[in-house]
């Protein structure tokens, strides 16, 4: 069984733009949440989609956006760049609740 | 709000040495918890996963326990190896928190030398 992917995996922007970033969970699987990783804060969930619907939300500004497609495939948005955005993002998947959860190899995101 | 702390922050070991890392919560009111390890750059690999009514959970040489009336949870690595240096995370999911929402420690950094 594949694993969970993420693309792309390093990105370098500018200050101002916006970036989109992609996750394709493991087959069979509905969930799928995102995560921010920085030295300083650590690792921080961003949401949670299942089933094309947000689930769960984390403290982030609404810069920060995700959807999920019908084939469970997620996409996360951040609008308007800032420098404090650059972080390893990374996304998750789980078959349901309170299960086990996988996550993909994350998208370095550098902003400049 | 839960916090989630892991001790000690770092770990130098000889090849062979058992070891144990400490992860430890304040709210003991967790569906589960989930110990990752996590290789320089890379994504997180999941090791273990202790349902909040279980006790421990083993996998080869790796036994994670869960004390959740004393918010503490272990992870016994036996008879190290220079393959198992990485960081070790922690993560516990809330009752209230959708059951998906994973809160972090910060990670044990674990170096094990030949």
């Known amino acids: 069984k594949a694993g969970v992917t993420q693309t792309p995996r390093y990105l370098i922007k500018t200050r101002g733009q916006q970036v989109t970033l992609s996750c394709s969970p493991i087959s069979g699987h509905r969930s799928v949440s995102w995560y921010q990783q920085t030295p300083g804060q650590g690792l921080q969930f961003l949401f949670e989609?299942?089933?094309?619907?947000?689930?769960n939300k984390g403290n982030f500004p609404g810069r920060f956006s995700g959807r999920q497609f019908s084939n469970s495939r997620s996409e996360m948005n951040v609008s308007t760049l800032e420098l404090g955005d650059s972080a390893l993002y990374l996304c998750?998947?789980?078959?349901?609740?309170?299960?086990?959860?996988?996550f993909g190899p994350g998208t370095r995101l550098t902003v400049t | 709000k839960q916090e989630v702390t892991q001790i000690p922050a770092a770990l130098s070991v000889p090849e062979g040495e058992n070891l144990v890392l400490n992860c430890s919560f304040t709210?003991?009111?967790?569906?589960?918890l989930q110990w990752f390890r996590q290789d320089p750059g890379k994504g997180l690999t999941s090791l273990l996963l202790?349902?909040?009514?279980?006790r421990e959970q083993t996998s080869g040489r790796l036994n994670a326990s869960l004390d959740k009336s004393s918010g503490r949870s272990t992870l016994y690595i036996a008879a190290s190896q220079p393959g198992d240096s990485a960081t070790y995370l922690c993560?516990?999911?809330?009752?209230?928190?959708?059951?998906?929402?994973?809160?972090f420690g910060a990670g044990t950094r674990l170096a094990v030398h030949p």
């Open positions: 989609y299942f089933s094309e619907t947000q689930r």
């Open positions: 998750a998947s789980s078959g349901d609740r309170g299960y086990e959860q996988y």
């Open positions: 709210d003991s009111a967790i569906y589960n």
């Open positions: 202790i349902q909040s009514s279980q």
């Open positions: 993560a516990v999911s809330l009752l209230s928190g959708g059951y998906n929402k994973l809160i």
